[in-house]
Each structure stands twice: as C-alpha cells, then as structure tokens.
C-alpha cells in the first residue's frame, strides 16, 4: 500500500522560505517520477514540480527559478525547497507520485497515480 505522507506547510511572509518533505512508503521514489501539485482555493491542482528517476526536473514558469524538488533515496524521502515566496503561493500542497518513471504531460504535469493527503501554505503578511 502506497502512503505518501507530507509535512513542512505553515503560514510564512512574502519573500520568505518554507521546504516541504514528503516520506513515501510502499513506493520506491527513485525507480519513478514523483512531484508536487497544488491547489488554491477555487482553482484547479496544477503541477508545481517534478523530478524523474533520472533527476531530470519540470517547472512550470510560475515557480521556475524560486522552487526547487530533491529526493533523498537513503530516507525515501522527496523535498520541496520553496523561496522568495509570494502570496500566490498560497495553497495546500500535495505530494504525487507516478507508475511511470519519467515526468508525463505537455504542457503540464499529467495527474499522479498516488496522492499524498496536503499540507496547507500560506503565503501572507
């Protein structure tokens, strides 16, 4: 059974930081691509990052260049280092993970296989 298990939201300032962790079992992170979604209240889950089990990463131009997605295979462990945040950050943010090794979608990422259950950011002064 795949349990994807998030930690590391919190209410922060505009311009400060946050890393989020997600500790999967059941699931070997590095045999496939894994990532992080979000969802702002009244708008769709959009893909925020994903890491393939190549280290290749996806960004969408949102977030290029603030975030950045790590994996820790020792601990089975991926990260989301999250800086210069903005209050459109905003959301509560989901761990994902895919049957498939490589990060699937055009455009954008294409919905996860597994879900973890979201730990909420909030981005405000």
């Known amino acids: 059974q795949v349990q994807l298990v998030e930690s590391g939201g919190g209410l922060v300032q505009p311009g400060g930081s946050l890393r989020l962790s997600c500790a999967a079992s059941?699931?070997?992170?590095?045999?496939?691509?894994i990532g992080w979604f979000r969802q702002a209240p009244g708008k769709e889950r959009e893909g925020v990052s994903c890491?393939?089990?190549?280290?290749?990463?996806y960004y969408p131009d949102s977030v290029k260049g603030r975030f950045t997605i790590s994996r820790d295979n020792a601990v089975n462990t991926l990260y989301l280092q999250m800086n210069s945040l903005k209050p459109e950050d905003t959301g509560v943010y989901y761990c994902?993970?895919?049957?498939?090794?490589?990060?699937?979608?055009?455009?954008?990422?294409?919905?996860?296989?597994?879900w973890g259950q979201g730990t909420q950011v909030t981005v405000s002064s």
């Open positions: 994902a993970a895919y049957n498939l090794y490589y990060c699937a979608g055009y455009g954008r990422l294409d919905p996860p296989d597994y």
């Open positions: 059941g699931f070997t992170l590095d045999d496939h691509a």
């Open positions: 890491i393939s089990r190549e280290g290749g990463t």
